[in-house]
């Protein structure tokens, strides 16, 4: 059974940078991509990127682009999220998540990493 | 592409049905659509795949459909436990994918 474990909540200033870990278990860190969402509080839900492991390839919302980094270690069949330059409108719960069916669907999620950026 | 979800808000009662739309602003290849229920403190839930595929252990209550712009979630016989938000993705590839900006289920 696949699960996907994610590293402790977070508190960061503002201007600083976070990482958040996606451990994939119970299945292969395959073909399949890892996507990257967040949820900001009241708000919807945003897609942010995702990334093939066994390529490497990313792609990563306009919005993000120069601020967040994705990677993947094979090795340790896990997925990191890096978002630089922090503010305030960061603040949110940030979920991985990836297909089982599907490459096109996101059929496991994490369980949510809570990042406060405060003063 | 943009997704617009409809209603913002269903206020419904349970037993009746509920019926969720989704348009994108240009075509969308059905393989690419799925919906997703999302309950506070929880992560969400896939239960549509490929616009009319239901995900494994869903209630056949749950039903896609649509191709091309308009894609539909229709839950019949609301149960207590599916007053929630729902919303449709696409998966993308370029541009990438997105989301809707959901449709709250709430109990009437």
């Known amino acids: 059974q696949v699960q996907l474990a994610q590293s402790g909540d977070e508190v960061k200033k503002p201007g600083s940078s976070v990482k958040v870990s996606c451990n994939v278990s119970g299945g292969t860190f395959s073909n399949y991509p890892v996507t990257w969402v967040r949820q900001a509080p009241g708000q919807g839900l945003e897609w942010m990127g995702r990334i093939t492991p066994v390529t490497g390839m990313t792609n990563l919302a306009q919005k993000f682009q120069g601020r967040v980094t994705i990677t993947a270690d094979k090795s340790t069949t896990t997925s990191y999220m890096e978002l630089s330059s922090l503010r305030s409108e960061d603040t949110a719960v940030y979920y991985c998540?990836?297909?089982?069916?599907?490459?096109?669907?996101?059929?496991?999620w994490g369980q949510g990493t809570t990042v406060t950026v405060s003063s | 592409i943009v997704l617009t979800q409809s209603p913002d808000t269903l206020s419904l009662s349970p037993g009746e049905s509920a019926t969720l739309s989704c348009r994108a602003s240009h075509s969308v290849n059905s393989i690419y659509l799925s919906w997703y229920q999302h309950k506070p403190g929880q992560g969400p839930r896939l239960l549509i795949y490929?616009?009319?595929n239901r995900a494994t252990g869903i209630p056949d209550r749950f039903s896609g459909s649509g191709s091309g712009t308009d894609f539909t979630l229709t839950i019949s016989r609301l149960e207590p436990e599916d007053f929630a938000m729902y919303y449709c993705?696409?998966?993308?590839?370029?541009?990438?994918?997105?989301f809707g900006q959901g449709t709250k289920v709430e109990i009437k």
């Open positions: 490929g616009a009319s």
């Open positions: 993705y696409q998966y993308g590839i370029s541009p990438p994918a997105t």
């Open positions: 998540a990836t297909g089982l069916t599907t490459r096109y669907s996101l059929d496991v």
